[in-house]
């Protein structure tokens, strides 16, 4: 060094504070766009998974959003549990005039139909 003057050593001899103590702000500069240029250059796999991640994260939640609007994935043709209804039961009286204004519900049918 050809300068007496200690201000400069000790800037030379104290490192400058960084986020992530193995990046490189000399190289690439300070900031997020630097740090993410950092990021690529030491650790591209990590960075490439993690675009991945998030891009899987964002395909499900796009999906899970249009199966609430359209229920594509999630019907199913059978019911997990049948409501039996006796005939002389004041409900069925209910369920009719709802049929009879808004149509009945699709009906599965077990038998066979004989060609």
């Not at 104290?14 to 992530?20: D, E």
């Not at 500069?29 to 990021?39: F, H, I, Q, R, W």
Request: proline share 7%; aromatic share 14%.
């Amino acid at each position: 060094m050809s300068t007496q003057n200690p201000q400069y050593m000790l800037k030379k001899l104290v490192p400058k504070w960084s986020l992530l103590k193995q990046t490189s702000p000399e190289k690439y500069g300070t900031g997020l766009v630097g740090l993410c240029k950092n990021a690529w250059g030491e650790a591209s796999e990590v960075v490439f998974a993690g675009f991945i991640f998030i891009g899987s994260g964002i395909g499900l939640y796009m999906i899970n959003e249009q199966d609430k609007r359209t229920k594509y994935y999630s019907n199913k043709p059978y019911k997990n549990y049948y409501t039996v209804y006796r005939p002389d039961d004041p409900r069925i009286d209910a369920l009719r005039k709802e049929w009879y204004e808004n149509g009945a519900p699709p009906m599965t049918s077990a038998r066979v139909k004989s060609t």
